[in-house]
């Protein structure tokens, strides 16, 4: 029979059904356990039980000394008192048997067996010591452990969080990774502060243990003695046995766990497998280990000593370090090696040199002092190159513009930590980095007095700052700082350079390829506009003049649709970026929206707009207000107080004009105030609240 082809059977292998269905059998698993503190049990089903309890005990470890970070095992507090639970089910379980039939198993009684040896003091002090063991170093150490990681992860958890923003800010992760990071030092602080909580249950579960072996001692006893007609000596040796083996059925599964929990907190900054970094560790200094073979030869030829064990462990220690010393030895030739091929490769050649790569000029290009060199380099842990890339891409994203590639080169003549930024190869801004120092700064406020280190200032926005140790980090952190390393800082500061000066790094080319770019998609577009009605370079100069005033071009199309339907009236550039601007109304208004979606600015009074638009005139510099200097030096003198109130009161003023005089009174403003935008009311979207916070009038000037 053939089954038609909607009609899909979906077949599942029973370890996929279970594997779909997991949450139902976690909570199957709770009811059993909470049966079995109630139901009594066959005693092979409480054997299975109880090797069930060690094999995940052990499985548990094992696994805590495989994973390199420890939100690879989130879950383990929640584990740990799933496990305390089934344990002390067990021990209920168990406790029931030895009182009620004197007999708890094969398990039970084989551990008991083994463990006392018809010697019950001795079963005794040995299950004493494993709990006092597990109760007094183990779980109180990772309990303590886990107490001060929680508290110093929520210390450093600002800290931390701003250094996040402070990377994406600089463009070295994108948003998903910013926000996975938020995520990942959210859940490692729940963590700890789960961790701590849980080291509670393995205390309670110690003690628990301890009082149930009283009772099965004593009860057991009493039942044998009253009720099974036993005497002293054998109830003392049935229940004592039964009593010790279950003790120790269930408190070597509890150490097992409290180790694991232990081994988890510890390793809080492990980089790879316990086991992995162990031996990279500790056999990374071959002579400690030869000379520890030399301690453990003196102590074998000493008089008294049993000289076995120390000469063989001397031996063995000795082999040892004799390998590894070769090893080492034989990296090193390799690495002189490698180092002579790159001299070969990189020694100056014999033929002419051609000097016309002398006559390029970079768009944009940085140079660093000799101490700043490392930081481009791979090999030695140096990332710049590749947040350079991120820079360029984060200028893609947020200016729509593709930037030429960005090179770096040494300049001995600089300071050693200096560098410098050159657009054109004019030197734009240059700043000082300390190569293995990290950049502390409070962007809120003063440094603390507690933090010492080299005073400086950011080189991007000239705040005070310390260049502090890696090993201090942590600790400015707590005090309210944001650290940052020193290629972030000069990131930051390039990001910086490239948004004031993007609009001289948008070259002719560059705006040539974003033209061809469109033109896959759409082509009418871009052969109705170029060459036809506007050329390449007039394209430019709009885009240059959006993104002179931080406007970014990503809607090119937008763009183009605009200036093709302009420019057939008109080839002033002036007039083809208001319109240009207009077109954008959406984008200049998200860029202004403060709180509440509110637009707050300062307007022009009427007279005052007619005087400027009554004094306009074209210029070489475009079209111009002419007016008399004295009064436009009181103009910008009272706008200036204006700007300075409305910022007082945690406002980022914008200021608001008609469309003919924007871009002559943004002109004109740009000498005296270049970081207050000038928008006329047509770039505001009819529907976003507009609230005046101020008004400069005729009287100011």
Same mark, same amino acid.
């Given at each position: 029979?053939?089954?038609?082809?909607?009609?899909?059977?979906?077949?599942?292998?029973?370890?996929?059904?279970?594997?779909?269905?997991?949450?139902?059998?976690?909570?199957?698993?709770?009811?059993?356990?909470?049966?079995?503190?109630?139901?009594?049990?066959?005693?092979?089903?409480? %054997?299975?039980?109880?090797?069930?309890?060690?094999?995940?005990?052990?499985?548990?470890?094992?696994?805590?000394?495989?994973?390199?970070?420890?939100?690879?095992?989130?879950?383990?507090?929640?584990?740990?008192?799933?496990?305390?639970?089934?344990?002390?089910?067990?021990?209920?379980?168990?406790?029931?048997?030895?009182?009620?039939?004197?007999?708890?198993?094969?398990?039970? %009684?084989?551990?008991?067996?083994? *463990?006392?040896?018809?010697?019950?003091?001795?079963?005794?002090?040995?299950?004493?010591?494993?709990? *006092? *063991?597990?109760?007094?170093?183990?779980?109180?150490?990772?309990?303590?452990?886990?107490?001060?990681?929680?508290?110093?992860?929520?210390?450093?958890?600002?800290?931390?969080?701003?250094?996040?923003?402070?990377?994406?800010?600089?463009?070295?992760?994108?948003?998903?990774?910013?926000?996975?990071?938020?995520?990942?030092?959210?859940?490692?602080?729940?963590?700890?502060?789960?961790?701590?909580?849980?080291?509670?249950?393995?205390?309670?579960?110690?003690?628990?243990?301890?009082?149930?072996?009283?009772?099965?001692?004593?009860?057991?006893?009493?039942?044998?003695?009253?009720?099974?007609?036993?005497?002293?000596?054998?109830?003392? %040796?049935?229940?004592?046995?039964?009593?010790?083996?279950?003790?120790?059925?269930?408190?070597?599964?509890?150490?097992?766990?409290?180790?694991?929990?232990?081994?988890?907190?510890?390793?809080?900054?492990?980089?790879?497998?316990?086991?992995?970094?162990?031996?990279?560790?500790?056999?990374?200094?071959?002579?400690?280990?030869?000379?520890?073979?030399?301690?453990?030869?003196?102590?074998?030829?000493?008089?008294?000593?049993?000289?076995?064990?120390?000469?063989?462990?001397?031996?063995?220690?000795?082999?040892?370090?004799?390998?590894?010393?070769?090893?080492?030895?034989?990296?090193?030739?390799?690495?002189?090696?490698?180092?002579?091929?790159?001299?070969?490769?990189?020694?100056?050649?014999?033929?002419?040199?051609?000097?016309?790569?002398?006559?390029?000029?970079?768009?944009?290009?940085?140079?660093?002092? &000799?101490?700043?060199?490392?930081?481009?380099?791979?090999?030695?842990?140096? $990332?710049?190159?590749?947040?350079?890339?991120?820079?360029?891409?984060?200028?893609?994203?947020?200016?729509?513009?593709?930037?030429?590639?960005?090179?770096?080169?040494?300049?001995?003549?600089?300071?050693? $930590?200096? &560098?410098?930024?050159?657009?054109?190869?004019?030197?734009?801004?240059?700043?000082?980095?300390?190569?293995? &120092?990290?950049?502390?700064?409070?962007?809120?406020?003063?440094?603390?007095?507690?933090?010492?280190?080299?005073?400086?200032?950011?080189?991007?926005?000239?705040?005070?700052?310390?260049?502090?140790?890696?090993?201090?980090?942590?600790?400015?952190?707590?005090?309210?700082?944001?650290?940052?390393?020193?290629?972030?800082?000069?990131?930051?500061?390039? $990001?910086?350079?490239?948004?004031? &000066?993007?609009?001289?790094?948008?070259?002719?080319?560059?705006?040539?390829?974003?033209?061809?770019?469109?033109?896959?998609?759409?082509?009418?577009?871009?052969?109705?506009?170029?060459?036809?009605?506007?050329?390449?370079?007039?394209?430019?100069?709009?885009?240059?003049?959006?993104?002179?005033?931080?406007?970014?071009?990503?809607?090119?199309?937008?763009?183009?649709?605009?200036?093709?339907?302009?420019?057939?009236?008109?080839?002033?550039?002036?007039?083809?970026?208001?319109?240009?601007?207009?077109?954008?109304?959406?984008?200049?208004?998200?860029?202004?929206?403060?709180?509440?979606?509110?637009?707050?600015?300062?307007?022009?009074?009427?007279?005052?707009?007619?005087?400027?638009?009554?004094?306009?005139?074209?210029?070489?510099?475009?079209?111009?207000?002419?007016? %008399?200097?004295?009064?436009?030096?009181?103009?910008?003198?009272?706008?200036?107080?204006?700007?300075?109130?409305?910022?007082?009161?945690?406002?980022?003023?914008?200021?608001?004009?008609?469309?003919?005089?924007?871009?002559?009174?943004?002109?004109?403003?740009?000498?005296?105030?270049?970081?207050?935008?000038?928008?006329?009311?047509?770039?505001?979207?009819?529907?976003?609240?507009?609230?005046?916070?101020?008004?400069?009038?005729?009287?100011?000037?």
């Amino acid at each position: 029979m053939n089954i038609p082809s909607r009609f899909t059977i979906n077949q599942k292998s029973p370890w996929q059904l279970l594997m779909a269905n997991t949450d139902v059998l976690a909570g199957v698993a709770f009811i059993l356990v909470v049966a079995i503190i109630i139901i009594p049990i066959h005693t092979i089903m409480l %054997d299975f039980l109880l090797t069930l309890n060690i094999a995940f005990a052990l499985i548990v470890l094992l696994t805590t000394l495989f994973i390199s970070e420890t939100r690879h095992l989130n879950v383990f507090p929640s584990l740990l008192l799933a496990a305390t639970l089934f344990r002390l089910a067990l021990n209920i379980s168990s406790t029931r048997l030895i009182l009620s039939q004197a007999d708890a198993g094969d398990v039970i %009684d084989t551990f008991g067996d083994v *463990v006392i040896q018809e010697q019950v003091i001795v079963g005794m002090i040995i299950f004493i010591i494993i709990t *006092v *063991v597990q109760f007094v170093v183990v779980t109180n150490g990772a309990g303590r452990v886990a107490e001060v990681a929680a508290r110093f992860s929520l210390d450093s958890l600002p800290g931390k969080q701003m250094s996040i923003d402070a990377d994406f800010n600089a463009g070295l992760i994108d948003e998903e990774e910013a926000k996975k990071r938020r995520e990942d030092l959210q859940r490692e602080a729940d963590f700890y502060g789960s961790m701590d909580g849980a080291s509670k249950f393995v205390k309670g579960d110690a003690i628990a243990g301890i009082v149930i072996v009283l009772i099965n001692i004593l009860g057991g006893l009493a039942i044998g003695m009253l009720q099974m007609d036993m005497d002293f000596g054998g109830a003392l %040796d049935t229940y004592t046995t039964l009593t010790v083996g279950d003790g120790l059925v269930a408190q070597i599964p509890a150490l097992l766990i409290s180790t694991a929990a232990g081994m988890l907190v510890t390793r809080s900054t492990a980089e790879g497998s316990f086991g992995e970094e162990v031996t990279g560790q500790l056999l990374s200094y071959p002579k400690v280990i030869f000379i520890a073979a030399g301690l453990l030869l003196v102590i074998a030829i000493l008089p008294n000593f049993p000289w076995e064990p120390f000469l063989v462990l001397a031996s063995g220690c000795g082999l040892l370090a004799f390998i590894l010393m070769r090893e080492e030895k034989q990296k090193t030739v390799e690495v002189e090696e490698e180092k002579k091929k790159e001299e070969m490769a990189a020694a100056p050649s014999t033929e002419p040199e051609d000097f016309s790569s002398l006559l390029k000029v970079e768009m944009l290009e940085i140079e660093v002092g &000799y101490n700043l060199v490392p930081l481009t380099d791979a090999e030695r842990g140096g $990332n710049l190159l590749e947040r350079i890339t991120a820079a360029r891409r984060k200028a893609v994203n947020e200016l729509g513009i593709i930037l030429q590639p960005i090179r770096i080169r040494d300049n001995l003549q600089l300071p050693p $930590n200096h &560098y410098v930024i050159k657009i054109k190869g004019s030197e734009v801004t240059r700043g000082e980095l300390r190569n293995g &120092y990290m950049l502390a700064l409070n962007p809120e406020g003063e440094l603390p007095e507690e933090l010492s280190g080299i005073s400086t200032r950011e080189p991007t926005f000239q705040l005070p700052a310390l260049w502090i140790r890696p090993d201090q980090k942590e600790r400015a952190e707590i005090l309210g700082c944001t650290v940052v390393d020193a290629p972030t800082v000069l990131i930051t500061h390039l $990001n910086d350079i490239i948004n004031r &000066y993007s609009y001289e790094l948008l070259s002719r080319q560059a705006v040539k390829d974003m033209l061809d770019t469109v033109k896959e998609n759409q082509p009418a577009l871009v052969e109705e506009l170029v060459p036809d009605v506007l050329s390449v370079g007039e394209v430019q100069k709009v885009m240059q003049n959006l993104l002179r005033e931080g406007v970014p071009v990503h809607d090119l199309v937008t763009i183009l649709e605009t200036l093709a339907d302009q420019g057939k009236s008109t080839r002033d550039t002036d007039v083809l970026t208001e319109a240009a601007r207009e077109s954008l109304s959406r984008v200049i208004t998200s860029m202004y929206l403060g709180q509440e979606d509110m637009l707050r600015v300062i307007t022009v009074d009427p007279s005052l707009e007619n005087v400027i638009a009554s004094s306009l005139q074209n210029t070489s510099q475009g079209t111009m207000p002419v007016m %008399d200097p004295q009064r436009v030096q009181k103009l910008m003198e009272g706008l200036s107080n204006l700007v300075e109130k409305v910022r007082g009161r945690g406002i980022s003023p914008v200021i608001i004009t008609s469309p003919k005089i924007r871009l002559p009174f943004r002109r004109l403003l740009e000498r005296f105030l270049p970081d207050v935008p000038v928008i006329s009311i047509n770039e505001i979207l009819p529907q976003v609240k507009v609230e005046a916070v101020g008004v400069i009038s005729e009287d100011e000037s």
